[in-house]
Structures are given as structure tokens and as C-alpha cells.
């Protein structure tokens, strides 16, 4: 199976992290590549089997490159998709405005993933951030068993 990965990861790097751990684990069964999305092209999306879009969270939603991103995409007929965010808070209400256009987009979101990433974004900042350390192995081994689980 051909597996693209696209993301941003911003702050504290936390998104690419995690991502890394799946990326690593994935490609003992599968090709991979992993690509931020500046770098990613509709081409690629087309030549992959499924598409993992990941992001920290801002404001409630995935980071507005991403969505963008998806914005740009052609209408695909049940292209797999995985969603995968880090954030202060964990909630997936957050995946609502990706889900949203990945769907109209013609993708089929098979699974969706989401763990705490150090957060020093606005307030937070003033108190040295919330989450520090996170993600952590604990994180790290719960990706590890996300994608063993949906693949």
C-alpha cells in the first residue's frame, strides 16, 4: 500500500512527532512518504492509496495550510483518509472542519487520532505552557497501536 503523508507542524514540533512514530511503523508493511504540506502536490495524492493529514490544532481546527491544502484537491471517489492531530486539549470536535472537507472531497475517513502536544500558544505562554513533555512515550506507544490497529 502506498501511504502519503501530509502535515505542518509548527510550535513545538509536536504533530511531526507523532507522525514520525507511525511513519516508522508503517513502513514495515508499507511505502511511505511523508511530505509537509508545502511540499505536497495533488500528484501525489492521486498516486496514494490512502492520505494521512495531520496538523496541530489552532483555533478550534487544523492548521489553515492544510485546510487549504485540501481545499485545492480534486474530487476523488472513496480515497482512504486518517486524521491526526495534536493539541492542548484533547477533542475530536476538533477533526470537524477537516472531516468536513475531506468528505466533500470524496474521501473516506477510515480513522482518526488525536493526543496531547505542549502548548505555549497565547496565555499559556505567560505560565510556561500547558502539556509540557507531551507528546511522550506513552503518546508515542498509542500511535504505535493506532496504525497497527487500522492496518
Known sequence: MKILIVYIS??????KKVL??????LKKKHKVQMLEVSKADEQLVKKSDLVIFGSGIYASRHHKSLLNFVDKL???????????????FSFKGFHRSLRKKLVNKGFKIIAEFNCKGWDTFGPFKLVGGMNKGMPNQKDFEEARKFVNKIF
Open 10 to 15: 509548527i510550535h513545538h514540533g509536536n504533530t
Open 20 to 25: 514520525d512514530v507511525m511513519a516508522k511503523e
Open 74 to 88: 480534486s474530487k476523488y471517489k472513496d480515497k482512504k483518509a486518517v486524521v491526526v492531530s495534536t493539541s492542548g
